[in-house]
């Protein structure tokens, strides 16, 4: 009896993928994989198994029996093909290679944009791919090398580097500005709000100010926003106020698309992490990268110290 060939281990990375988007169309999106080579896998396992690994269903697909059966080796097969891609990327000195990151589109512009552009001069073998999303991600379940995300994450296993420190205030768009009392507090209470819905964010404001006095927004808002971007442009629309990282807003200030209101409040500290897997360290690309990201974080420290609570730190 002729022997039947090893199943793929891309195969079955692909599989888990799709159980873990919930549907080969959602798996393309969130991991960069095109639908047909997801689609090609499945049916390659599923036709190994003899019967369906997915049922489909009007909003993806669930796991058939046979699919649960092979999700854990699944899974496994994931864990080990991206631990197999960490130990040889790290057995070389010299970065190269690719180096996954994800960021919002603003830290990607105030953050990624230098020290990825030092990198690449400096490192022209390395590769760098950035998935733009304000979602702060797992990178151990995504199979990224770093995350660039405000606040530090729950997850006791990744490792979180502070990179910087900023308070939170408020801002609208300049024609807002003109037509709304954004100097009286009491005004600016009933203004309508837009909430930046992202994890780190928080959801209810709580302003202090002059002589300890404290404003609190809790107010539903009229706009979940899920990245600071969509929030600038939205308060440049005139749609209501919002509450960011100073280091973001005073820059959108200097150039005239925003307004600070009520200058003289603040909603406290907020922290920008890069977080990462423990092994991710080890790789030369990750490591040089997160020291040129470090060292420009205290540069921009020391050149914008009014909106900056403090200096990055490890």
Do not use: N
Request: charged fraction near 25%.
């Amino acid at each position: 009896m002729p022997l039947r060939a090893a199943i793929g281990l891309d195969d079955l990375r692909h599989f888990f993928l799709v159980a873990e988007a919930g549907g080969v169309s959602a798996a393309a999106r969130r991991f960069g994989v095109s639908k047909a080579t997801l689609s090609r896998a499945i049916a390659r396992l599923e036709d190994r198994a003899g019967g369906p690994l997915f049922d489909r269903v009007s909003k993806g697909v669930l796991l058939t029996q046979a699919g649960q059966t092979l999700l854990e080796a699944a899974r496994q097969a994931t864990e080990a093909g991206s631990l197999a891609d960490e130990v040889l990327r790290a057995v070389t000195e010299e970065p190269q290679g690719t180096l996954r990151i994800a960021a919002s589109a603003l830290s990607g512009q105030q953050f990624l944009g230098p020290v990825v552009a030092r990198l690449t001069a400096e490192y022209p073998k390395v590769t760098t791919r950035i998935q733009v999303t304000a979602a702060g991600p797992d990178p151990l379940a995504e199979d990224l090398d770093l995350v660039l995300r405000l606040g530090r994450p729950e997850a006791p296993y990744l490792i979180a580097r502070r990179i910087i420190g900023t308070r939170m205030k408020l801002y609208c768009g300049p024609d807002f500005a003109a037509r709304h009392p954004v100097t009286d507090p009491d005004g600016v209470r009933r203004l309508p709000r837009i909430s930046i819905d992202v994890p780190g964010a928080p959801r209810d404001w709580v302003l202090s100010g002059p002589g300890g006095q404290r404003l609190t927004f809790d107010a539903a808002p009229s706009v979940y926003a899920g990245d600071p971007t969509v929030a600038l442009g939205l308060i440049r629309a005139d749609a209501g106020i919002t509450l960011l990282p100073e280091i973001f807003g005073a820059d959108q200030v200097q150039r005239g698309q925003a307004v600070a209101v009520l200058p003289d409040y603040e909603a406290g500290e907020i922290e920008i992490f890069a977080v990462f897997p423990p092994q991710r360290s080890k790789v030369p690309a990750v490591r040089v990268f997160i020291d040129y990201l470090i060292a420009y974080a205290e540069e921009f420290s020391r050149e914008r110290p009014a909106v900056l609570s403090s200096s990055a730190e490890a």
